[in-house]
């Protein structure tokens, strides 16, 4: 009889699996306001969510808690992402929030992300952009509110840890619906002063507060920009656009201030260093060419001076000796040359040279004559021809022609009346 009793455990274990296979309860969107909230030195925050009527318990774990750029407070209207389940131990229903986002800047939020997107798919997050920010500036600008937190932190910080360096404030607007007019305007003329290093940013705020920094035009302003340029909008935990597109983005003003300037105790003891370097690195020097001093003023040349003087003398003489020797030897060739050609039998016999090239001349005349024409027509023979062209046949011509013929002294023109073979017989 008791079996149809269930334990308040084995309940609480139904409602639970009831509740998370749920597939509408995966994934709920609330919005409320805050109350109870706790800061768990966990990390976590716990905290509940409620309107008019009703109120959930609800808890976000460190690993999405650190994710909010802002701390939620007492009575902070939100709205709310999450899933729901049963808390055994207490047997009460609540919300396990993934993501925190202030009501009545949600949209705000969703411009915050698109942007950043849009940005990000065009490169002007990518760290090969990144410009380098100077060891030792001199020159340093800042944007920001005149009054307030922040330029009193930069300052005084910049003065304690480099007090050489030279500021120059640009007050501008940092919070209102066209604050951002206005740090673009200041940025645009910071960039005019030829600056080493410009600090951009203010101190803490709701995430309304800080969203003139969240401007496409102030973002690529910066972007453009040939000033390094560090961001330091907000507290640790706040980011906004122009963070992302900053070269170097600091957590707080005054961290902006320490990224800046290098401290002046550092610089002091790393010149010191320097120094010492220097002065170990010229002892070395010195003690090192000084021994190359000792080694020639003590070398056996120096000692010995003529002795090198006499080696470069018997060097000349064995040159000038090699020297007379090649004359001499090139002359000597020269003259028995020259005799050659003094006792060439040509030369001494130049009319025989002349006979044989008349000879020679004589013989191709003759056989230039043999193959003139002219000469075999004195001989008997003629060329005949018909229309200017030579006959080599019988059958070139034909009865009734009208031929021409060459002799050696002049032209016959004739009439042909028969043409036959060597036999006599008629074509």
């Not at 915050?112 to 090969?128: A, I, N």
Request: proline residues 3%.
């Amino acid at each position: 009889m008791n079996d149809k009793y269930l334990t308040v455990t084995a309940l609480t274990r139904y409602l639970k699996y009831k509740i998370e296979s749920d597939s509408n309860l995966r994934t709920v969107y609330l919005k409320g306001e805050i109350s109870n909230f706790k800061a768990h030195s966990t990390g976590h925050f716990y905290f509940s969510i409620k309107d008019e009527n009703s109120i959930i318990k609800a808890i976000m774990f460190k690993s999405n808690a650190s994710k909010l750029n802002f701390i939620p407070t007492e009575g902070m209207k939100v709205l709310v992402t999450g899933s729901i389940s049963v808390y055994p131990q207490g047997g009460t229903y609540q919300i396990y929030v993934e993501d925190l986002i202030e009501d009545g800047v949600g949209n705000l939020y969703i411009a915050f992300e698109k942007l950043k997107e849009k940005l990000s798919k065009e490169g002007l997050f990518d760290k090969k952009y990144k410009k380098q920010i100077p060891k030792i500036p001199e020159k340093i600008g800042i944007v920001t509110a005149p009054t307030g937190a922040a330029v009193k932190d930069i300052i005084s910080t910049i003065r304690r840890r480099f007090p050489y360096a030279e500021t120059y404030l640009f007050p501008a607007l940092v919070q209102g619906e066209n604050a951002h007019l206005d740090i673009i305007k200041k940025v645009s003329q910071a960039e005019s002063y030829n600056l080493d290093v410009l600090i951009v940013g203010r101190g803490g705020g709701s995430f309304e507060d800080m969203n003139c920094f969240n401007n496409e035009e102030l973002a690529r302003l910066i972007f453009s920009l040939n000033t390094p340029v560090i961001s330091a909008v907000g507290h640790e935990i706040d980011y906004t656009i122009i963070d992302f597109v900053a070269d170097l983005r600091a957590p707080t003003p005054t961290g902006a201030a320490e990224m800046a300037v290098p401290n002046v105790a550092d610089v002091i003891a790393g010149i010191n260093q320097y120094k010492i370097r220097l002065q170990e690195s010229i002892k070395k020097k010195v003690k090192m060419n000084s021994l190359k001093l000792d080694a020639l003023k003590n070398s056996f040349v120096i000692k010995n001076p003529m002795l090198m003087y006499n080696v470069k003398t018997q060097n000349l003489d064995n040159l000038i000796e090699n020297l007379n020797k090649a004359m001499l030897n090139k002359i000597d060739k020269t003259k028995l040359r020259l005799n050659e050609i003094k006792n060439n039998y040509v030369l001494k016999n130049p009319d025989l040279l002349y006979k044989k090239h008349i000879d020679k001349l004589n013989n191709i005349i003759e056989k230039l004559e043999l193959l003139n024409p002219i000469s075999m027509l004195k001989k008997g023979y003629s060329l005949t021809y018909i229309n200017d062209k030579v006959i080599s046949s019988i059958s070139d011509v034909k009865e009734n022609d009208e031929i021409n013929v060459r002799l050696s002294d002049g032209y016959i023109n004739a009439k042909v009346e028969k043409v036959g073979d060597l036999d006599g017989k008629k074509d």
